[in-house]
């Protein structure tokens, strides 16, 4: 009967690292459980640090008596702590979303298949938090990373544009304080236009009158309300079933009381987008601040030259921070959607700058 062969020295590090990085996480998913006030939320995110607890304890038996020094974690997982702390869920559970779904115990024949498998339902454990955190997020903020951004790169584009064509440094300002002023009054009253119409379309779409008080007060038989809640995009049997119910319901709410106390039904409620001057004020706010940047320079006497360089690189940080947040928010990896949103923004404007150039000879 053969030994079992002894742990690698490059193994037993590893294993220490996994060890260090499940106490990390551990303390990750205790600090967004700490944040939630939604119980339910907290009580999913607690029991992902427990079984993250049970990760720790599988490799510390792997290591046993070769436990070593304790180690720190990955610098990925303690900068997730960091955010956790600072920002708490929304990004933080869509940066570990995506940490679950990379897990290293997928290919490492070291790690149990039961861990492989911990791991990727966390993967998805998480990813629905994250998108239930999404869909909570208010809608003000993530207008205010795209209007941000189009004011960006339009009025980037804008000032080189102009500057590409051989104009001195206050037509360069005027031009682009007009394109601050048309873009965000442009924007301001595209979305108000838009959340107003959407309003009354989904206005249009509501059900006046409650299913319970159909059945209720209205000499009607179950199949023939079923015919309402089938126009809601029931299917028949669902739709005779949930008849049934609240006519039972309000049968023995009758034989009780001698009235009806039967809630609405949840069918056809129709959330609206919000308000529209609040949509329009908040738009023209957000595009007139990313505007703003590429006239900063010109706004403070710098010259056509220098001021281009210092416009670009402005815009060029500000176009990675808002390419990162979208990635985050998105679930993915933020570095190359920040690389991403850097590439098109400034390609947009560099383009505009060589048709200056061309416009700026032809003109001269």
């Known amino acids: 009967m053969s030994q079992q062969q002894a742990p690698s020295e490059q193994q037993l590090e590893r294993w220490r690292r996994y060890l260090a990085n499940e106490r990390s996480e551990a303390e990750v998913y205790k600090t967004l459980a700490a944040r939630q006030k939604n119980p339910e939320d907290r009580e999913i995110l607690t029991k992902i640090a427990e079984a993250e607890s049970r990760h720790q304890q599988y490799w510390r038996d792997k290591l046993g008596d070769q436990l070593g020094s304790p180690r720190k974690a990955d610098f990925n ?28 115990y997928l290919a490492d024949d070291d790690a149990s298949d039961q861990l492989a498998m911990d791991e990727q339902v966390h993967a998805e454990v998480v990813r629905g938090l994250a998108t239930r955190s999404r869909e909570r997020m208010s809608g003000t903020f993530r207008a205010a990373v795209f209007g941000v951004n189009d004011g960006l790169v339009s009025n980037l584009a804008l000032v080189l544009g102009v500057l590409g064509s051989g104009v001195g440094s206050t037509v360069v300002l005027i031009t682009g304080v007009s394109g601050l002023l048309a873009g965000a009054l442009s924007m301001g009253a595209g979305e108000f236009i838009s959340v107003k119409s959407q309003n009354e379309l989904l206005g249009a779409s509501t059900p006046q009158t409650s299913s319970s008080a159909m059945a209720a007060n209205v000499d009607v038989e179950a199949n023939e309300l079923a015919l309402v809640f089938r126009a809601r995009g ?14 039972a319901k309000i049968s023995q709410d009758a034989e009780s009381h001698g009235a009806t106390a039967v809630e609405d039904d949840e069918f056809g409620q129709v959330k609206t987008p919000g308000g529209a001057w609040e949509a329009a004020i908040s738009s023209f706010f957000f595009f007139a601040g990313g505007a703003l940047l590429p006239i900063l320079p010109f706004i403070f006497g710098a010259s056509t030259s220098l001021g281009a360089v210092i416009a670009v690189v402005l815009v060029s940080l500000a176009l990675l921070i ?7 928010l998105s679930g993915k990896p933020p570095a190359w959607r920040a690389v991403r949103q850097l590439l098109i923004g400034l390609g947009a404007a560099g383009a505009t700058y060589v048709l200056g150039l061309a416009f700026g000879g032809i003109v001269g």
């Open 77 to 104: 997982t303690r900068a997730l702590g960091f955010l956790a702390k600072i920002f708490g869920s929304v990004f933080t559970l869509a940066l570990m979303q995506s940490a679950e779904s990379r897990s290293p």
């Open 234 to 247: 029931m299917s028949e049997s669902e739709a005779q079933h949930k008849a049934d119910q609240l006519f």
């Open 322 to 328: 808002t390419g990162g947040v979208t990635g985050i």
